[in-house]
């Protein structure tokens, strides 16, 4: 009889419901520690054995409270494996099992996935195509840089995700009014080299430090285009085979072996840059990518990131072989939008090739699958028109108050 292990998934947002199913289809004990404010969201709580809820969200958490509770389940409990479901889990995740001396990946490697810096000296050591960039610890530095690298440049929180808080400069002058602004936070952030181009990303699962599966898709619109100005998410995956795939995916195999990835999903960013037509790495996470691309990149060629990214952890602390599902090459895309309306009527967008609706609160998102890349680039742009005429609505970013 296989014996059943236990695995403390980490989830300070609600996401991961098919990591979670998976995991206990597979015989597996669940539990999740996620945030207290979540605690009446649908989690799969028939898969889960016991679900922990922590004060605050996220960076409000007291690491030391969430380590002697943890150490208390181990009492009596086995833990097997450690998963943090979310980029802001990560440190979490390593610190634990750090403290614990449990498997899986270190705190050094998990800055690799995390803070935005070390991706960049990463890459750079690696011999990985990088923006030229600059950390804010040293005003010398900081000024040699700004006279010697061509503006425009953006200043990121290191361990923000996706484009939250990112500052475009235009001028050294400017440059130095933000910096000072940030007073003692300054060190959080870092300098780099604004690249324009085309922005794709390579969802990836990897097993024994081999990418496994990718697919490479491109954004038509920028996560950070929608963070700074609004407007409809957009993305659908490439061409199979062609000049940009190929380089993408060669570069991600790169990122991954570099970066140090042994196993699990990742979702890595790229940028075409217009004016030398080269691709550079912009950022990685170790993680399934949000804004429903899973959903999109199951449409388009049949491997569920979540599950599957389960079936890998299985697989892994039962010492047995993962095989990887049958790939279908077909063409999905999203469009995803803010809306006016809690629940916002799609019932009109009833083309076959809708295959999936997004189901939260005033969001207006469709995924759309076909054999043809036309065909979904098509929709797309029908689909985006028709949203912004209906539906959508700009709202200002948040301000980032706390920083990771």
Not at 142 to 160: C, G, M
Not at 187 to 215: A, N, W
Not at 322 to 339: C, F, R
Request: proline share 3%.
């Amino acid at each position: 009889m296989e014996t059943t292990k236990t695995f403390i998934c980490i989830s300070n947002y609600f996401k991961g419901a098919d990591f979670l199913t998976h995991l206990n289809d597979l015989g597996n004990k669940v539990y999740l520690i996620t945030s207290e404010k979540l605690r009446d969201k649908p989690w799969p709580h028939d898969a889960i054995e016991e679900i922990f809820f922590m004060q605050g969200q996220d960076i409000d958490w007291n690491l030391e409270h969430l380590l002697l509770g943890v150490g208390n389940l181990m009492k009596s409990n086995k833990i097997d494996a450690i998963v943090a479901l979310d980029d802001y889990d990560v440190e979490k995740a390593t610190y634990l099992r750090e403290n614990l001396r449990i498997d899986g990946m270190g705190q050094t490697t998990g800055r690799y996935f995390r803070d935005k810096l070390a991706m960049r000296m990463r890459a750079k050591s690696c011999a990985i195509p990088n923006p030229s960039f600059c950390s804010l610890f040293n005003d010398h530095d900081i000024n040699t840089f700004a006279d010697t690298v061509e503006a425009p440049w953006v200043l990121k929180p290191r361990s923000e995700a996706s484009a939250s808080g990112i500052i475009k400069v235009f001028d050294k002058e400017a440059l130095w009014i933000h910096i000072n602004e940030m007073g003692n936070n300054r060190f959080k952030y870092v300098l780099e080299q604004f690249k324009p181009g085309d922005v794709y990303h390579c969802d990836s699962l990897i097993l024994d430090k081999k990418v496994i599966f990718s697919l490479t898709s491109r954004y038509l619109a920028t996560p950070m285009e929608i963070s700074q100005g609004g407007g409809v998410f957009r993305s659908s995956n490439v061409p199979y085979g062609s000049e940009d795939d190929k380089a993408i995916k060669e570069v991600n195999e790169q990122v991954m072996k570099g970066f140090g990835l042994k196993h699990g999903a990742a979702h890595t960013e790229f940028i075409k840059c217009k004016e030398d037509g080269k691709i550079y790495f912009l950022e990685t996470s170790s993680r399934v990518g949000g804004a429903h691309l899973a959903e999109m990149v199951a449409a388009a060629s049949n491997i569920n990131l979540w599950k599957e990214w389960a079936a890998i952890e299985n697989a892994l602390v039962k010492g047995k072989k993962y095989k990887l599902p049958k790939v279908k090459k077909e063409y999905a895309g999203i469009v995803l939008t803010l809306s006016k309306y809690q629940h916002p009527d799609l019932s009109s967008f009833s083309d076959p090739e809708v295959c999936f609706t997004v189901p939260l609160d005033y969001h207006a998102g469709l995924i759309v699958e076909s054999k043809k890349n036309e065909r979904v680039l098509e929709l797309l742009n029908d689909y985006t028109d028709r949203l912004i005429s209906d539906f959508s609505v700009v709202v200002a970013p948040e301000k980032l108050d706390k920083l990771h």
